[in-house]
């Protein structure tokens, strides 16, 4: 297998030598099987805030992984096996088969979430997750997932469709609204970032997006500043923000999202008509 070279000093400093022992543990249990890792989420789109962000990781296997060897590597990431220094790890394994495969699935073999500021859990059947999570995260990941071991991420994980990924931000811009185990910054912030995927095609990270927003929808700027705000701080300080303004403009990125999926829809019907 030819392995992409990974300058792990393109990191955060922080999470180096974790970001190192979790993919040597991983090619220790996994290997010949083990095919890419990456980071995603905040570490893919340099937003990583050291006391407040998780670590994102994805991995790619080959589907033949025994599945004791899915129980092994659970157990040797779990945090404080491997200690965590970030608000806490989600690793998610895929097959690579299902990785190459552009769905709306959340199909994985393993989604494993731990930390110290994260409750353990770990499953095995993608049937017990909401998919729209999974979907955001590949979608990120084609785009600007870092590698950090294996092969380069656009040769092993599909970009899922434009249909797969509004659908997937509809129903998070939807749990986000209810508010249930959600801060209220990282709520407006994950809007933002929703509202400025509608509107450029392209993911930012939060701060950025946030920015983005506040400077297009001026009545949101003060709301969305405030979130800002709070972010700076570690999640045990964020500040409260008032749930009736949170919840408009979720209402605001949700029409967005719609919007978007209707022209998104309405270019592919189009682009059929002029290839006949």
């Not at 209220?184 to 509202?195: K, P």
Request: proline fraction near 6%; hydrophobic fraction near 45%; charged fraction near 20%.
């Amino acid at each position: 297998m030819a392995h992409a070279l990974v300058d792990f000093r393109s990191l955060p400093v922080e999470l180096r030598p974790y970001l190192d022992g979790l993919v040597r543990r991983a090619r220790s249990v996994c290997e010949p099987h083990l095919i890419s890792v990456f980071a995603v989420g905040s570490i893919a789109l340099d937003d990583y805030r050291h006391g407040r962000s998780d670590v994102d990781v994805v991995m790619v296997a080959d589907p033949r992984l025994p599945a004791r060897a899915l129980r092994e590597l659970a157990e040797a990431l779990a945090h404080p096996a491997l200690a965590c220094p970030a608000a806490g790890l989600e690793l998610v394994v895929y097959g690579a088969d299902f990785a190459a495969d552009p769905c709306g699935a959340a199909g994985y073999l393993m989604d494993l979430n731990t930390g110290p500021m994260l409750p353990n859990r770990v499953s095995f059947d993608p049937s017990e997750s909401s998919a729209f999570w999974y979907v955001i995260d590949r979608s990120i990941a084609h785009q600007a997932g870092r590698l950090l071991h294996g092969k380069p991420v656009r040769e092993v994980m599909a970009a899922p469709s434009p249909r797969d990924v509004y659908a997937a931000l509809r129903a998070s811009v939807r749990e986000h609204a209810g508010g249930e185990g959600h801060l209220g910054d990282n709520r407006v912030l994950n809007g933002c970032r929703t509202a400025s995927f509608c509107r450029t095609s392209r993911w930012l990270a939060k701060r950025r997006a946030a920015q983005l927003i506040a400077a297009q929808e001026t009545g949101f700027r003060p709301l969305i500043e405030a979130a800002l705000h709070s972010f700076q701080q570690p999640r045990s300080a964020a500040l409260h923000l008032p749930s009736a303004d949170v919840r408009a403009f979720l209402s605001w990125v949700e029409d967005c999202v719609v919007e978007a999926a209707n022209r998104s829809a309405a270019g592919d019907r189009w682009g059929d008509a002029g290839s006949l």
